[in-house]
Nanobody, 125 residues
Framework: QLQASGGGLVQAGGSLRLSCAAS????????MGWFRQAPGKEREFVAY????????SLADPVKGRFTISRDNAKNTVSLQMSSLQPEDTAVYYC????????????????????WGQGTLVTVSS
């Protein structure tokens, strides 16, 4: 129901744009998040955008470098990543926030109902 794409290999300082296409869910009523999981590490929150797109938040490590956006007409959410660094290397996952969740729950993995399969981003130094 969530299909992430756009990952790949990029040199440090480069950019990538990840996309996530949703189907089978009421996309326009779900907040959407991006998480990432680096090798040997736990999955961590990266970015969030509210259902209508008016509220966004980014994890501290990516502030100023990543931007999250969505197109409810196309049922897609995107993550524009710039100034990529080797520490950004991870599998990136999109996820749909459980309907009715509160703002402070947006960074929690357990708050998300549906997950995409992940797309690998590798940043070389």
């Amino acid at each position: 129901q969530l299909q992430a794409s756009g990952g790949g290999l990029v040199q440090a300082g480069g950019s990538l744009r990840l996309s996530c296409a949703a189907s089978g869910i009421r996309f326009s009523t779900n907040g959407m998040g991006w998480f990432r999981q680096a090798p040997g590490k736990e999955r961590e929150f990266v970015a969030y955008i509210s259902a209508a797109g008016g509220n966004k938040s980014l994890a501290d490590p990516v502030k100023g470098r990543f931007t999250i956006s969505r197109d409810n007409a196309k049922n897609t959410v995107s993550l524009q990543m710039s100034s990529l660094q080797p520490e950004d290397t991870a599998v990136y996952y999109c996820a749909a926030l459980r309907y009715g969740s509160r703002w402070h729950e947006r960074t929690r993995i357990e708050s998300y109902t549906y997950w995409g399969q992940g797309t690998l981003v590798t940043v070389s130094s």
